[in-house]
């Protein structure tokens, strides 16, 4: 356990569903994060929270939509996604900014069909 | 903008090899440097980080250093294990404190360790 917890572990969604990811921290952080990883490309950043603002949005599409209600807690909801939206979507906390390191959560597999 | 470039893989060694993963950067400012492992299943740990050039970052066997001249950021280990076997990231961060900021991350290098 890192500290930082994902849930669900593995979520297969339909393209008209709607679902959301959960993302908990209880190290004390005041920044949490989300990213998407997919095969052969870098880690991209979606959304950065920073005392529970939101501070950067990469464009991502608005299909995407955070949530940060609290300083622990981090969501992601999802709606009317596309196969390319098929990834690994991990959550991260930080201290003081990213330059002291991120702790990662495991991830959430997302298969879109 | 900011990127990270490292060797993509995968890389092949024999259990006790000597391992280099090498990563360079380009940043407008000062980065910190970092680097991130990912075993199979999970997400990324952080093994080691340096803050200003010629720090040496180092935890487990791994060590990496700082090079402003070189713009690199290399990975080195002694004597690989097979429970090495992971992906490995280099990543950069321009604001070494204060404040929320995203990491950039490179592609990732597979490393595979074979007994």
């Known amino acids: 356990e890192t500290g930082v917890t994902q849930t669900p572990r593995h979520l297969v969604m339909g393209m008209t569903n709607k679902k959301s990811l959960k993302c908990e921290q209880h190290l004390g952080h005041n920044a949490m994060y989300w990213y998407k990883q997919s095969a052969k490309k870098p880690l991209e950043l979606m959304f950065v929270?920073?005392?529970?603002?939101?501070?950067e949005n990469n464009s991502v599409p608005s299909r995407f939509s955070p949530e940060c209600p609290n300083s622990s807690h981090l969501f992601l909801h999802l709606h009317t996604l596309q196969p390319e939206d098929s990834a690994l979507y991990l959550c991260?906390?930080?201290?003081?900014?990213?330059?002291?390191?991120?702790?990662f959560g495991s991830g959430t597999r997302l298969t879109v069909v | 903008g900011d990127s990270v470039t490292q060797m993509e893989g995968p890389v092949t060694l024999s259990e006790e090899a000597f391992l280099t993963i090498n990563c360079t950067y380009t940043a407008t400012g000062y980065p910190s440097l970092f680097w991130y492992v990912q075993y199979p299943g999970e997400g990324l740990q952080l093994l080691l980080k340096?803050?200003?050039?010629?720090d040496k970052g180092s935890n487990k066997g791994f060590e990496a250093t700082y090079r402003k001249e070189t713009t690199s950021f290399h990975l080195e280990k002694g004597s690989v294990q097979v429970s090495d076997s992971a992906v490995y990231f280099c990543a950069l961060s321009e604001i070494a404190g204060g404040g929320a900021d995203g990491l950039t991350f490179g592609k990732g290098t597979h490393l595979i360790i074979q007994p």
């Open positions: 991260a906390s930080s201290q003081g900014g990213a330059g002291y390191g991120y702790t």
């Open positions: 929270y920073s005392l529970e603002e939101r501070v």
């Open positions: 340096a803050t200003k050039a010629d």
